[in-house]
DNA sequence: AAGCATTTTGCAACCGGTTGCAAAAATGAT
DNA sequence: ATCATTTTTGCAACCGGTTGCAAAATGCTT
C-alpha cells in the first residue's frame, strides 16, 4: 500500500541507506544526492515508516497519556496542554482511559507492548503504586497531580495538598467563620485525604471554632449537591473547604434551592480554579492549582528522562494561592 | 532492554516461530509447547512488541482520533466515550489536538507515520475537506459530529443539524414568541451554518414573527456571555435559540447580570444537552445530541471498516430531541 | 506394524527501516 | 599530478516480530 524506502531508493538509482540518511537529520548526505531523493520522495509521495524505524532507534515518541478524570471539566484543560505540550516537542500521546474496570496491570502490559518511550499518569485520585509500576517495568514515568513526597519514589509534579488544605482552613479562619466543615471528595482519593490532614491540622490549632467533615463520593456535581443537600438537611456549617470545583458547585447548587445565600448564609472556598469558576455566575472563591505550570512541568520532566532515563526521582510542587471570588464574606 | 522473542525461544529451546505462534490466536500450537512457552516468557517477563509484528501485519491497532474541540465541556465526554470504545475492543487512540495553528496537512502525514488503522476525525468545526485527505491518503476515516450531506464523500455519524435549527425554531413558535432570534456560534463553523439555515427556512414560513440573527466568536462561556450582553444593551429578543449549550449559559450569565429573569424577560433554548446542563442551577432547556449513540456507532463505523477498507461512504445520522427544563416559557 | 492423513514444528525470507564499517569519491596540500 | 585527509556512499547485518512451505511428529486405520 504505502510507498517503501526501497522504492524510493530504486526511483532515484540510490541505495536505500542513501535514503535513510536524507530523512534522519543529522546523517552525512551530499546536496546532490539530497536533491535526487527527495525529489523521488516527493514524485512516489514517501513518507518514513516511524514504527519501523522505532524497532532500530529504540525510540517510538509515543507517549503514554494515562488518566481516569474523564468526569472532571478541569481535565478537558488537563489534556488540551498535554496534547499540545507533547506534540510540539515531536511527542505522541497514547491515551488511556483507565476506568473502575480496567485492569491496571493490563494498562501497564497494553504500554509496554506498544513500546511507549514514557508514560505520563494525569490523576489525583490514583494511588503513587500505579505510577510505580511503570517504573518497575522500566519505563520513564511522571505522575501529574499526584501525591507530594518528601521521598518519592517516581517523579511527581503537582501541588502541595497538605498545604492547600492548611491555606483553606487559614483562609475560613480569617473569615472569621466560627463553625466550619471539609467537605471532602471520595475519601480514597490520595488528594482527599491530604487536603483533609491539611485542614484538620490547622483547625488543631484553634479549638475554639466547630469543625466538622464530611465526604462526597466522588468528585462531580452530584455527588457535591447531594452531600451540600443533607447536610442542610442536618445543621450546615457556616463554611464549607469543598474537595474541588465542581464539587463546590454542586454544593453551591443545592445552597441555592433550599432558599440559602452564599456567602451570607453558607460560605464556599473550592480547589481548582477551573474555567468555570470564573465565570459570573459561579464566581467562586477557591485555591488557584497551577495547571499550566504543572502541565508544563511534566512535559519537561518526561523529556529530560527520555535522555537520561535513571534520573534521580523528584518531586516538582507548585505553590497555590486562594483567588478571592463572591463564595466568601470578606473579612471582618 | 525489554525481553524479546528470541530470548523466549532460547530459554524454552524451541524456534522462535514456536514463540510467535504461542502469541498469536489462531496459530496451530500443540498444548504442551504452547505451556513450555508461556511457562519461559512467564519468567522472563516477556510481552510481544505490538509495533514489531505490526511491521508484518500491516496492523497497528491505533486510531488518530483528531479533534479541535479541546474547550468544550461536552468533548470531555466524547473522549471519555471514545477512548473507552476504541479500548473494549482492542484499539488505542492516538490523540491529535488540532489547533489553530497546526498544519492540517502536517497531522495528516504524522498519523500517516504511524501507521494507524484508521482515523476518527470528531469536530463539529472542521470543514469536510480535512477528513477527505485521510481517505484521500487511503486511511479509513470517521467524521464524527461533522456536516450532514446526503452525498458524503467520507463516512460522517452525527446529526442533521438543519433539521435541529427548523426544531429549535418550531419550538420557540409554539411558545408563542413573536420576537425571536438565532445566536450561532462561529460564522465558519458548518454545524452553525446548518443550525442557522435550518432556523431561518422554518421562520420564512412565519413572516409574522419577527427574527434576527448573530453570531458569536466561539463556541465558548465568554463568547456567550459577550454577545448577549451586547444584544441586550440593543433590544434583545423575547427568546434566543443559541448556537449550543456553553453559549447558551454564557447568554445566561449575561441575562442575569443585566438583572433580566429566564424565561420571562428571555427565553433560551441550547444544543446539546451536556452533563451541565441538567446542573439545577443551569436548568437549560435545549436540544439533546445523542452523542453515546454517536460514538457507538462511530466506533462501530471504524471497526467495519478496517475490514472492509472500500466500504461505500455513508451517512448515519442520529435524530435529536428538545429535551424541556426551565429556561423557555410554557407553551400558552 | 505398516501406511496414510493430519497436526505440529522449524527454516528462512520478509516487513520497513537503521547503522557500523570499509570502499569510493571528493577535497586540499604540496 | 600525487598523496593524505575528509566526506560520501553502499554493503550487509540487524531491530522484533510473522508466515509460507516442507519436514517431522503424531494419530488413526487396518
Same mark, same amino acid.
Given at each position: 500500500m504505502a510507498v517503501t524506502l526501497k522504492e524510493v531508493a530504486e526511483r532515484a538509482g540510490v541505495s536505500r541507506s542513501a535514503v535513510s540518511r536524507t530523512f534522519t537529520d543529522g546523517a552525512s548526505v551530499s546536496d546532490k544526492m539530497r536533491r535526487k531523493v527527495e525529489k523521488a520522495a516527493r514524485e512516489l509521495g514517501y513518507s518514513p515508516n516511524a514504527l519501523a524505524s522505532s524497532l532500530t532507534t %529504540?525510540?517510538?515518541?509515543l507517549i503514554g497519556l494515562v488518566s481516569?478524570?474523564?468526569?472532571?471539566?478541569?481535565f478537558l484543560e488537563v489534556f488540551d496542554l498535554f496534547t499540545r505540550g507533547l506534540q510540539d516537542r515531536g511527542l505522541r500521546p497514547l491515551l488511556v482511559?483507565?476506568?473502575?474496570?480496567?485492569d491496571p496491570e493490563a494498562s501497564v502490559r497494553m504500554l509496554r507492548q506498544y513500546s511507549v518511550d514514557g508514560v505520563v499518569v494525569a490523576?489525583?485520585?490514583?494511588?503513587p503504586g500505579f505510577a510505580k509500576a511503570f517504573r518497575d517495568a522500566g519505563v520513564p514515568v511522571v505522575h501529574s497531580f499526584g501525591r507530594y513526597s518528601s521521598a518519592p519514589q517516581v517523579h511527581v509534579v503537582g501541588i502541595d495538598n497538605v498545604e492547600c488544605g492548611r491555606m483553606a482552613a487559614q483562609t475560613l479562619i480569617a473569615r472569621g467563620y466560627t463553625h466550619m466543615a471539609f467537605m471532602g %471528595?471520595?475519601?480514597?482519593a490520595t488528594s482527599t485525604q491530604d487536603r483533609f490532614t491539611g485542614f484538620m491540622s490547622e483547625m488543631t490549632k484553634h479549638p475554639d471554632i466547630q469543625t466538622t467533615y464530611s465526604f462526597a463520593e466522588a468528585y462531580s456535581f452530584d455527588a457535591g449537591r447531594k452531600e451540600m443537600l443533607r447536610l442542610i438537611d442536618a445543621s450546615p456549617a457556616q463554611a464549607y473547604f469543598c474537595g474541588d470545583d465542581v464539587l463546590s458547585i454542586g454544593a453551591l447548587s443545592a445552597i441555592e434551592d433550599s432558599n440559602l445565600r452564599v456567602p451570607e448564609d453558607i460560605g464556599i472556598i473550592g480547589l481548582n480554579?477551573?474555567?468555570?469558576?470564573?465565570?459570573e455566575n459561579i464566581d467562586l472563591t477557591t485555591i488557584h492549582q497551577p495547571i499550566r505550570q504543572i502541565v508544563t512541568s511534566s512535559i519537561e520532566l518526561m523529556v529530560a528522562m527520555l535522555n537520561e532515563p535513571d534520573r534521580y526521582p523528584e518531586a516538582r510542587i507548585f505553590p497555590c494561592s486562594v483567588v478571592e471570588r463572591g463564595t466568601l464574606r470578606p473579612a471582618p
Amino acid at each position: 500500500m504505502a510507498v517503501t524506502l526501497k522504492e524510493v531508493a530504486e526511483r532515484a538509482g540510490v541505495s536505500r541507506s542513501a535514503v535513510s540518511r536524507t530523512f534522519t537529520d543529522g546523517a552525512s548526505v551530499s546536496d546532490k544526492m539530497r536533491r535526487k531523493v527527495e525529489k523521488a520522495a516527493r514524485e512516489l509521495g514517501y513518507s518514513p515508516n516511524a514504527l519501523a524505524s522505532s524497532l532500530t532507534t %529504540g525510540r517510538t515518541k509515543l507517549i503514554g497519556l494515562v488518566s481516569n478524570n474523564f468526569h472532571n471539566p478541569i481535565f478537558l484543560e488537563v489534556f488540551d496542554l498535554f496534547t499540545r505540550g507533547l506534540q510540539d516537542r515531536g511527542l505522541r500521546p497514547l491515551l488511556v482511559n483507565l476506568t473502575d474496570e480496567t485492569d491496571p496491570e493490563a494498562s501497564v502490559r497494553m504500554l509496554r507492548q506498544y513500546s511507549v518511550d514514557g508514560v505520563v499518569v494525569a490523576s489525583s485520585t490514583l494511588p503513587p503504586g500505579f505510577a510505580k509500576a511503570f517504573r518497575d517495568a522500566g519505563v520513564p514515568v511522571v505522575h501529574s497531580f499526584g501525591r507530594y513526597s518528601s521521598a518519592p519514589q517516581v517523579h511527581v509534579v503537582g501541588i502541595d495538598n497538605v498545604e492547600c488544605g492548611r491555606m483553606a482552613a487559614q483562609t475560613l479562619i480569617a473569615r472569621g467563620y466560627t463553625h466550619m466543615a471539609f467537605m471532602g %471528595g471520595p475519601e480514597d482519593a490520595t488528594s482527599t485525604q491530604d487536603r483533609f490532614t491539611g485542614f484538620m491540622s490547622e483547625m488543631t490549632k484553634h479549638p475554639d471554632i466547630q469543625t466538622t467533615y464530611s465526604f462526597a463520593e466522588a468528585y462531580s456535581f452530584d455527588a457535591g449537591r447531594k452531600e451540600m443537600l443533607r447536610l442542610i438537611d442536618a445543621s450546615p456549617a457556616q463554611a464549607y473547604f469543598c474537595g474541588d470545583d465542581v464539587l463546590s458547585i454542586g454544593a453551591l447548587s443545592a445552597i441555592e434551592d433550599s432558599n440559602l445565600r452564599v456567602p451570607e448564609d453558607i460560605g464556599i472556598i473550592g480547589l481548582n480554579d477551573m474555567e468555570m469558576a470564573r465565570w459570573e455566575n459561579i464566581d467562586l472563591t477557591t485555591i488557584h492549582q497551577p495547571i499550566r505550570q504543572i502541565v508544563t512541568s511534566s512535559i519537561e520532566l518526561m523529556v529530560a528522562m527520555l535522555n537520561e532515563p535513571d534520573r534521580y526521582p523528584e518531586a516538582r510542587i507548585f505553590p497555590c494561592s486562594v483567588v478571592e471570588r463572591g463564595t466568601l464574606r470578606p473579612a471582618p
